[in-house]
């Protein structure tokens, strides 16, 4: 049997490792903005967060967000990841 590799990252808020696709990838784009990437394929530097917004609170809070994207957050940055986030949680529900 041949082993898969799969991708494993740390969650920035629990510090937990898990398969990279069960995470959710936020993006500091090139431009400067700081998005939730639904996708994981937006360019720039990346972060990953638990499909959780307590992981992504805590992230902000501890600053491992900012320290990840070697950005500062705004509070509108960090209003707008968090509405992203729910939005997104929201979706995935059935
Ligand atoms: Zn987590």
Redesign the pocket.
């Known amino acids: 049997m041949k082993k898969k590799h799969i991708p494993v990252r740390t ?6 490792t ?1 398969a990279k696709r069960a ?1 959710i990838r936020i993006v500091r784009t090139p431009a400067g903005e700081v998005l939730v990437d639904p996708t994981g394929k937006k360019s720039g530097r990346g972060a990953y ?2 499909p ?1 917004s ?2 992504l609170k ?2 902000i809070v501890e600053k491992r967000l900012e320290q990840a994207l070697k950005c500062q957050l705004g509070p509108g940055d960090v209003e707008s990841l968090l509405c992203q986030l729910a939005q997104m949680l929201r979706k995935e529900q059935p």
């Open positions: 969650c920035i808020g629990c510090r937990e898990s995470l967060v638990c959780s307590e992981c805590t992230g």
